[in-house]
């Protein structure tokens, strides 16, 4: 075998989890082992099994990616995925699909009034109160600025009026 000859060895994730991973994800290690006169006598590689960091990385960034920074609920981009696939569910299965879209009036005039952080605060408390008042199969996201819309999936025009109006009620 010729001295710098290596094999690349693909090795199975060791962890006991689902991974999203085929092959262990690797961090590497090399370093020289020097003889008696300070010439490289040996090269020590070590190899870590990485893949239950990575895999805690990338749902970290999936989760970066769809929900909103400030109020942890689901963002615009994730509000239009989610909102196509009801779409096509309600139409595949004929079931109703409703859509609250709300937003705060004169938010402008709490800004400016009492400041950003007491808006940030605001923004926060009323993603809570509505995620508290729907089901785990609705959506709840933040449109823009001050805008929120729930995607309600086999809820009628009717119930989904009350719903609306439970929402102005809790967040008056």
Known sequence: MHPYYYERTQFKPTSYFDS?????QQNCMMRTLRGEYGSIKYIFVAVYDVTETV????KKLM?????DALTGIHN????EICLGEEIERAKRYGHPL????????????????????????????IATTIEKNIRIEDTLARYGGEEFCCILPEISIESTTVLAERFRKKCS
């Open 55 to 58: 895999h805690s990385e990338q």
């Open 20 to 24: 999203y991973f085929e092959f262990m």
């Open 98 to 125: 409703s859509m609250i879209m709300f937003d705060i009036d004169y938010f402008k005039k709490v800004n400016d009034t009492y400041g950003h952080q007491c808006g940030d605060f605001i923004l926060q408390q």
């Open 63 to 67: 989760e970066m990616n769809t929900r």
């Open 76 to 79: 615009r981009r994730s509000l």
